[in-house]
RNA sequence: GUGGUUGUAGCUCAGCUGGUUAGAGCAUCAGAUUGUGGUUCUGAGGGUCGCCGGUUCGAACCCGGUCAGCCACCCCA
């Protein structure tokens, strides 16, 4: 008998862990649905076709793969052989394994939509909430199989969808109690007028690579990787001067045009940032006595934000936790204006976000954001005192239970103490105390456990009750 | 994939240069307390010291391997 384990990076959710993970995607999912987003599922696995060389060769390597079935049968043993080498080799084989879990969500519901595209209503609005796995090192905020949200537009190219999706971003964060966070902003298409200055449009892969490491290694250090990566010096003193552009949003955006302006795809990157400047701080009716922060006063521009997937080809977006977190980012997203083209499917344009959710779940605990009656889950309790005491209690529940209120009977008469003590463990907020007494009198002891006050209720007077918070 | 670090009761952790029977707090259970919980007091149960191997008269402790957690790198949510 082995000791029972589970497979490194995946974890159990206990019941309050689920309450808490619930409340955060059902603000997200609420959030979606106000802006008209319609729910999708796609599979666990997909095809290993589908996936492979969508998340560059770091990515194909965290992928996790679904070893075929019947490898054994003997009459396919040179067959398999054969693959398993091509494997050694470092290839996939598709003898060995043809299918894959989810790496993310993107991907599938881009295969979605190549699939279904005469159907669908574009644009066409989905939100899709489901585990991904990735074969990666687990390590703080970072686990083998966890949730993403996503929300993704297809099919339209306007502007608007990327100030809805940044508004969902302040409205969700906003909603969770974030009121911190930031959301950072670039656009690939300044990324890709930056490349074309230096060396072409086949350097801004390792453009981006290196300089969405400023924050974390030093000018220095992207400097040295810059020039590992062949860029000249002239071309390096070019991206110095770039990742020297600092300031306010307009300042920034004033400061990359003399650099990048002249450039078309840089003009038209930096016109797609005023735009969504200007749209959200005219996205809100003036509130008066609000000190909630606005979604414009919440956006930065951060011209070194590069995102690693390469699908991206405009505005980009990372949600990051408060400052005081130790946590980066916290959702993400951009648009692809081709990402249906992968499956054969040209010129359906979309814009999409991510939530973390197990992040978000981490900021929330440390900074104990979540609400107290996320943790109650039955309302009340009714004592088991005997057997005709409870029968007619469990009458009353049931009552209750039909007006939608949550409660449980004591499942034995046990001593006072013990039924208390299970009311306590449990969270529940209230009891009901029905003995031989209360029997007799047709009454019942109604007792709020938070205040210790009690009251003696009649039994019609107890089907009224509400059980809620104080 | 690379490097560092940790692994002792359900949980958090002590455990000296290797030396008889491995401890504490919290939690659990029982009692004080058979219709009023949270406090308090008393007592009890609970461990192949992650796993496998090696060194040694003797290993929780030293060595090797392995698995898992954490941290950093790579990358990423």
């Avoid at 390597?61 to 040179?78: H, S, T, V």
């Amino acid at each position: 008998m082995t000791k029972p384990s589970l497979p490194q990076g995946t974890r159990d959710f206990g019941p309050e862990t689920v309450r808490k993970r619930n409340y955060i995607l059902q603000t997200i999912r609420a959030v979606f649905e106000t802006y008209g987003f319609q729910p999708l599922e796609t599979p666990a696995m997909e095809n290993l076709s589908t996936l492979l060389g969508k998340y560059g060769e770091e990515g194909d390597k965290l992928i996790f793969k679904i070893l075929n079935n019947g490898l054994d049968r003997p009459e396919k043993e040179q067959d398999t052989r054969e693959a398993f080498e091509k494997v050694l080799q470092g290839k996939n084989s598709i003898q060995l394994t043809e299918r894959a879990l989810r790496y993310d969500l993107t991907i599938p519901f881009a295969r979605y939509v190549a699939m279904n595209h005469q159907q669908l209503t574009l644009p066409f609005k989905r939100y899709q909430v489901q585990p991904v796995w990735r074969a990666d090192r687990p390590q703080k905020g970072r686990y083998r199989e966890f949730y993403q949200c996503d929300a993704d537009v297809v099919g339209s190219r306007s502007p608007l969808n990327e100030t809805e999706l940044a508004l969902i971003y302040h409205e969700v964060f906003t909603r969770l109690g974030l009121t911190g966070y930031t959301l950072q902003v670039n656009n690939r298409q300044i990324l890709a007028a930056l490349a074309n200055r230096c060396g072409g449009p086949e350097k801004m892969t390792d453009i981006t690579i290196a300089i969405d490491k400023l924050d974390k290694i030093g000018l220095e250090k992207v400097k040295e990787e810059l020039a590992q990566r062949g860029l000249s010096e002239n071309q390096i003193l070019l991206i110095e001067e770039y990742l020297a552009v600092k300031g306010t949003n307009e300042e920034i955006l004033s400061g990359l045009d003399k650099l990048v302006g002249h450039d078309p795809a840089g003009a038209k990157g930096i016109a797609e940032l005023r735009t969504l400047l200007q749209s959200l701080s005219g996205s809100l009716l003036p509130t008066p006595g609000s000190s909630l922060p606005s979604p414009g006063s919440r956006l930065i521009i951060d011209p070194t934000l590069a995102r690693g997937l390469n699908y991206y080809t405009g505005i980009i977006f990372e949600a990051k936790a408060p400052k005081e977190v130790k946590m980066g980012s916290i959702g993400g997203g951009g648009r692809y204006d081709d990402l249906t083209g992968l499956f054969g499917v040209p010129d359906i344009p979309g814009v999409g976000i991510s939530f973390g959710v197990d992040r978000i779940y981490d900021v929330l605990e440390e900074l104990q954001l979540f609400p107290a009656d996320v943790f109650v889950g039955t309302q009340v309790l009714f004592f088991n005192l005997g057997a005709a005491e409870s029968a007619r209690a469990f009458a009353l529940l049931q009552g209750l239970r039909q007006k939608g209120i949550r409660g449980e009977l004591y499942h034995e008469n046990l001593k006072f103490d013990k039924q208390f003590k299970y009311a306590e463990k449990k969270n529940i907020p209230f009891v009901v105390i029905l003995g031989e007494k209360e029997l007799g009198e047709g009454r019942c002891n109604l007792k709020d456990l938070r205040s210790g006050v009690q009251h003696s209720l009649t039994w019609d007077e107890l089907m009224e009750t509400k059980f809620t918070e104080r």
